[in-house]
């Protein structure tokens, strides 16, 4: 003979049910879009710096300069991200385009400009989706 199951056990084996239920539907739906900036860093910069970003691309392999670790920015400049460096490296300093260093991004470049503080707080206009990946690639920063 079973013992009758109390109320309390009754509402407990009910609300793991209704959780392993959620779980497995939560399974079923898609998956949310990236987020903007990780979009544009998919789009432009993996093929070579890697889907991580630790310059293991699929053609980093292939290229005369190999493309550097991206989540060791701020590391090999003193803990400090520098907005403006990283934003010149994607497409502003003179020359790197003629030296095969990097492609242009002529598409980051598109769109409306904002404002981004650099680390000293002073505010740095950039094109929106440029910016978007600059605060993307800063949170991958691991020191």
């Known amino acids: 003979m079973q013992k009758p199951e109390t109320r309390s056990l ?3 084996k009910a609300g793991a049910m209704l959780i392993s239920g959620g779980l497995v539907l939560s399974g079923c739906m898609p998956a949310p879009p990236p987020e903007p900036g990780a979009q544009a860093y998919q789009d432009y910069c ?4 890697g889907p991580r970003a630790k310059g ?5 392999d292939r290229l005369a300069v190999p493309p550097p670790d991206l989540t060791q920015i701020s590391a090999r400049n003193g803990g400090v991200f520098p907005l ?6 994607v497409y502003g300093y003179a020359g790197k385009h003629d030296l095969d260093l990097m492609p242009e991004f002529t598409a980051l470049l598109d769109g409306p ?4 503080n650099d680390a000293e707080g002073r505010a740095q206009p950039v094109p929106q989706r440029l910016a978007e990946m600059l605060v993307y690639l800063q949170s991958l920063q691991r020191p």
Not at 46 to 49: D, E, F, L, S, V
Not at 84 to 89: G, H, N, P, T
Not at 113 to 116: G, R
């Open 10 to 12: 009754r509402r407990l």
């Open 46 to 49: 993996a093929i070579c710096h």
């Open 56 to 60: 293991d691309g699929e053609l980093a």
């Open 84 to 89: 403006r460096e990283v934003a010149d490296s």
């Open 113 to 116: 400009e904002t404002v981004l």
